[in-house]
């Protein structure tokens, strides 16, 4: 069956979603990525075919023959890397033809966080008994308290928790394999969510996926996106909740706390030390003794 693009409705929803970006940022891709499927439409060409090469050829025209400045190319060269990052999630493409992109420098910006009280707010929402409200605090947990990409958090299995020593395997970007550390109090959530996932599925009928909806199917990002922004809306957090931001204040809250941002790369499995050095300068230190002694986990 010949594999088409997901509407731009979908793309958007990802954007405001998962990335969190704003309504302004959202539109502004969705025209950029508009004006690409134009250009694809004219030279009939599929955008789903698209390679490296092809792509480099279109921000070149902007460059070249709309004399764009280098701030319009940067937007417009990350629309495109999240519109193929989404085909990606979607499963519409094998191979990001964006991967290697390199935008145009720009001033880097410190990524938003959440502030200590309004995890506190997070983090002391009752879940009582209910399975769909404890799978949406344990997700919380699991994302605070490991600084887990959406992606890393649903493609947790059962046997990548050890909850005895504390440790979770994580399977990153390009597959990349990494131990996680996880605090005492996130463990007795994820515990306490697995009992509740062992009555209602322990027949074997859920998949393998620790995170599951009511059928024991594999929950979807859209699903555990609004759980998490009710929750938020419900714990009375102002800041409007994403997956991301939760990353963000992982990596942040170490940082502050003290953390070297060495033990927070391999925390975060950053290929790079420059991404991580958006939250601080660089210090020695083991990552095990590092996540312990200023993960606030004791809040």
């Known amino acids: 069956m010949k594999k088409s693009a997901p509407p731009a409705a979908e793309f958007y929803r990802y954007l405001a979603l998962e990335r969190g970006l704003s309504g302004n940022t959202c539109r502004a891709y969705a025209g950029d990525l508009g004006a690409f499927l134009r250009y694809c439409e004219v030279l009939k060409s599929d955008p789903l075919k698209a390679d490296a090469r092809f792509v480099e050829e279109y921000l070149w025209t902007l460059k070249a023959d709309k004399k764009l400045k280098s701030s319009s190319i940067f937007r417009k060269t990350e629309a495109l890397r999240s519109f193929y990052r989404f085909l990606m999630l979607e499963g519409k493409l094998s191979e990001d033809p964006t991967r290697n992109f390199r935008a145009p420098r720009m001033p880097q910006r410190v990524p938003k966080f959440l502030s200590g009280r309004d995890m506190e707010k997070l983090l002391t929402c009752p879940a009582g008994d209910n399975f769909s409200r404890m799978r949406t605090v344990a997700a919380i947990e699991l994302l605070y308290a490991a600084g887990l990409r959406i992606s890393e958090l649903l493609g947790l299995r059962l046997e990548a928790v050890d909850l005895r020593q504390g440790w979770l395997r994580v399977f990153g970007k390009g597959a990349k394999e990494r131990i996680v550390p996880v605090h005492r109090a996130a463990l007795e959530t994820l515990k306490r969510y697995l009992e509740l996932r062992q009555a ?18 594999k929950i979807s990002r859209v699903q555990l996106w609004k759980d998490i922004i009710k929750l938020g809306k419900e714990a009375g957090v102002a800041i409007p909740l994403h997956p991301h931001l939760l990353r963000h204040t992982f990596a942040s809250h ?46």
């Open 254 to 299: 170490l940082v502050q706390g003290g953390a070297d941002l060495r033990s927070v790369q391999e925390m975060l499995g950053h290929a790079s030390l420059n991404t991580t050095q958006l939250y601080a300068h660089v210090e020695k230190s083991g990552v095990k003794a590092a996540h312990e002694k200023f993960h606030p986990d004791k809040l």
């Open 200 to 217: 209602r599925f322990g027949g074997g009928s859920a998949a393998a996926e620790i995170f599951v909806n009511r059928s024991g199917k």
